[in-house]
């Protein structure tokens, strides 16, 4: 079965039981949840898990791409993708268990024509607060999955949710490679190798509404989630993910190219899985219709680091980055194309933006590398092994290596990263630079009477608000806020419409007249920025962080002050909207 072929098989599956295919959604997150990217098929349905009816009806199907980025070193092993495709079927308070066990077990035997003795499944073995789903094991052995292949499992195994929103239960299903158990407790837990999986079916019958409180849910959903690519690798490989047709022609390019034959060194194949693994992730994230673009903030940075390592890579096989525009344009002509719209439509744009990032860090690159060398030469003859702070912002600084670049040439040399001390750097550097760009801190307070502190509010909504409107690329680069009226700097390329204006109003008012609670929580810095809140400068807050949120529309680590409910600011009008610098808009803004 090639790609093609199993997203039809999927999708006909489905709509032969009812469902309805709802398409694909952008992989950037939508601005408002403060998530950088699409990680499930389920992200765009929370409202509708949550209780929300949907258009299209109570049973919905699709094939969505997802980006996980929190294990891109991981990268390089025969199945880790940072980019991969997720089909997906939903039952919103219909069918349960019964229906989604017989149809999952039809799928692998009779439509994938998985052998029995290859599957495994795995079921929540209960806690204090929900119970062993022996429903599911009974059902599950009742579809036909062989008893001995069917493992309970506590909570961090089989228990779906995202930091908040629908979540419950879930069941795992695993293929059993032809790797040896790798003790006699070996199960789907194991991260041996033995088991992979394949696929998920969630119950999802709760709301996280925080860390550690759930709320049952009023209807009881299912969302399923099997992986595209390694159901790919198990039909026709022997589950290599980069073997199977999406990955094909890239790796015969970047074999011809290198001269080199993949599978032939662990090294080598290595570096040929991760250029074809981020340049796929790079084109569809160029070519969604949110279009990201490379950048030091947020997802933006993501991607920046996603093409910087792949052109690091390059340069081990010894091969030009000229090839990465081939690459983009066969997984745009050849791959997804046909499937996602967009990519075919923005293909220049995609290869423009490709290019202008490679090009960026090729001058610096061979210099870097040439202080890095120099570097580690000083190091040996100090008998040191750690790189200090002022080594490595400088090659973040002069020669534009993300810092994790900077981690993977140590680590693959023997050294170590003082990471504490290039954020230390990182720090004093953009402090200065905000001093010098806004001459005041506290988030532009100058003094924080009660209108200053409404305003203050005002800058978070005007923020998130931008995001809907523009997109999820707009960040806060500065701010001035005096009794009189608020001054809000961004990044944006462009000069506001006047439509664009009076959409960012307007969703700013409704917020207020909405009366949204504002709250903090004081966390780790870490669980801040995992959290996906939004912040100016990363590195300029101190480990344990205040973070404030408007309801669910905005995020953002902050000192504060702010005002309780956002039903406390009048009503908000743009006054003004101009260029501040190269890149950056200034909107100034009053209450009226
Ligand atoms: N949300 C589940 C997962 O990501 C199934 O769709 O595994």
């Known amino acids: 079965m090639t790609s093609k072929e199993l ?100 799928l692998l035997t009779k439509v994938f024509e998985m052998p029995v003795e290859r599957l495994a499944t795995t079921v929540f073995e209960g806690n204090e607060s929900v119970p062993r789903d022996t429903e599911t094991a009974m059902l599950r052995e009742k579809s036909g999955f062989l008893p001995q292949n069917i493992f309970f499992l506590p909570k961090e195994d089989n228990w779906w949710e995202l930091d908040r929103g629908p979540c419950g239960p879930d069941s795992e299903m695993f293929y059993i490679t032809d790797k040896e158990a790798c003790c006699n407790n070996c199960t789907p837990a194991c991260d ?27 209807k009881k959903n299912v969302d399923t989630g099997w992986g595209l690519e390694r159901i790919l690798a198990f039909l026709n490989t022997d589950g290599d993910v980069y073997l199977t047709d999406v990955f094909a022609g890239a790796i015969s390019i970047l074999e011809e190219k290198s001269g080199k034959k993949y599978k032939e060194d662990e090294n080598v194949t290595a570096s040929i899985r991760i250029i074809a693994d981020h340049i796929r992730t790079s084109v569809m994230l160029l070519g969604d219709e949110k279009h990201l673009v490379p950048s030091n903030v947020g997802a933006g940075y993501i991607l920046r680091r996603l093409i910087r390592r792949a052109v690091r890579h390059a340069r081990k096989l010894n091969i030009s980055t000229e090839v990465f525009s081939e690459l983009a344009a066969n997984f745009i002509d050849n791959v997804y194309g046909d499937f996602y719209n967009e990519l075919k439509n923005s293909k220049e744009f995609v290869l423009n933006e490709l290019n202008k990032e490679i090009t960026k860090f090729e001058k610096t690159l061979n210099l ?59 720090k004093e550097h953009q402090e200065k630079s905000r001093t010098a760009a806004t001459g005041t801190f506290k988030g532009g307070l100058e003094s924080s009477g009660e209108i200053e502190t409404k305003y203050h509010t005002a800058t978070h909504l005007l923020n998130a608000a931008l995001k809907v409107v523009i997109g999820p690329d707009v960040h806060q680069r500065g701010s001035n806020i005096t009794s009189e009226r608020m001054r809000f700097d961004f990044s944006c390329d462009h000069k506001l419409t006047d439509e664009e204006k009076q959409k960012t109003e307007d969703l700013v008012n409704k917020w207020i007249q909405d009366g949204i609670d504002v709250t903090f929580e004081v966390m780790s810095k870490d669980k801040a920025l995992k959290s996906g809140a939004e912040c100016m400068f990363i590195e300029k807050y101190p480990d344990e962080v205040k973070v404030y949120s408007i309801g669910d529309i905005s995020k953002e680590l902050c000192g504060g002050p702010h005002v309780k409910n956002t039903n406390e600011l009048g009503h908000f009008k743009i006054v003004k909207e101009e260029a501040s610098s190269a890149g950056v808009r200034r909107i100034k803004a009053c209450f009226d």
């Open 192 to 218: 041996c190798g033995r088991y992979v999986e394949i696929g998920n079916d969630v119950f999802m019958q709760y709301d996280r509404i925080s860390d550690d409180k759930y709320v049952l849910l009023d």
């Open 368 to 426: 870097g590398i040439k202080e890095f060398d120099k570097l580690v030469k000083r190091l040996d003859e100090e008998n040191s092994k750690i790189i200090d702070g002022n080594a490595s912002f400088r090659l973040y600084d002069t020669y534009g290596f993300p810092i994790e670049l900077t981690e993977e040439l140590a680590k693959e040399k023997g050294y170590i990263v003082d990471i504490d001390a290039f954020n230390e750097k990182f």
């Open 7 to 106: 997203r039809k098989a999927w999708l006909d599956f489905y709509k032969e039981r009812g469902h309805v295919d709802i398409g694909v959604a952008s992989l950037i997150g939508d601005g408002t949840t403060g998530v950088m990217f699409n990680v499930a098929g389920m992200q765009p349905l929370m409202p509708y898990l949550l209780g929300k009816e949907h258009p299209l009806g109570k049973r919905l199907c699709n094939v969505q791409g997802c980006i996980r980025t929190n294990d891109i070193e991981s990268v390089g092993d025969s199945s880790h993708t940072t980019f991969f495709e997720m089909m997906g079927s939903w039952s919103l308070g219909d069918y349960f268990k019964e229906e989604r066990t017989k149809w999952s077990f039809e």
